[in-house]
Nanobody, 125 residues
Framework: QVHLVESGGGLVQPGGSLRLSCAAS????????MGWFRQAPTKEREFVAA????????VYADSVKGRFTISRDKAMNTVYLQMNSLTPEDTAVYFC??????????????????WGQGTQVTVSS
């Protein structure tokens, strides 16, 4: 069974940075895609970024492109989301997700079977 644990959330001022971590366990992730999604109050869960574990190919939502960077550390079995130039619009619960899925489906939250519990990110002065 895949187990995902996020950490690194918190309160940060606009313009600040945070790095989220997602520790993955339970199996080999060589065939997996790892994704980050977020959900703000009253809004649907939205795609943020994803990375292919084997190749580290990555893709981003337009809203975070150039500000966020997704990466993975194979030795630590951990996926990271470095978030820079944060704005209040980035405030949300951030979730890590994993599954074996085709690249064209990576933006669809419904395609992921495994999820972490989420970590709160609040951007406010």
């Amino acid at each position: 069974q895949v187990h995902l644990v996020e950490s690194g959330g918190g309160l940060v001022q606009p313009g600040g940075s945070l790095r989220l971590s997602c520790a993955a366990s339970g199996r080999s992730f060589n065939s997996y895609v790892m994704g980050w999604f977020r959900q703000a109050p009253t809004k649907e869960r939205e795609f943020v970024a994803a990375i292919k574990w084997s190749s580290s190919n990555s893709v981003y939502a337009d809203s975070v492109k150039g500000r966020f960077t997704i990466s993975r550390d194979k030795a630590m079995n951990t996926v990271y989301l470095q978030m820079n130039s944060l704005t209040p619009e980035d405030t949300a619960v951030y979730f890590c997700a994993a599954d074996t899925l085709i690249w064209s489906s990576i933006r669809d939250a419904n395609q992921y079977d495994f999820w972490g519990q989420g970590t709160q990110v609040t951007v406010s002065s």
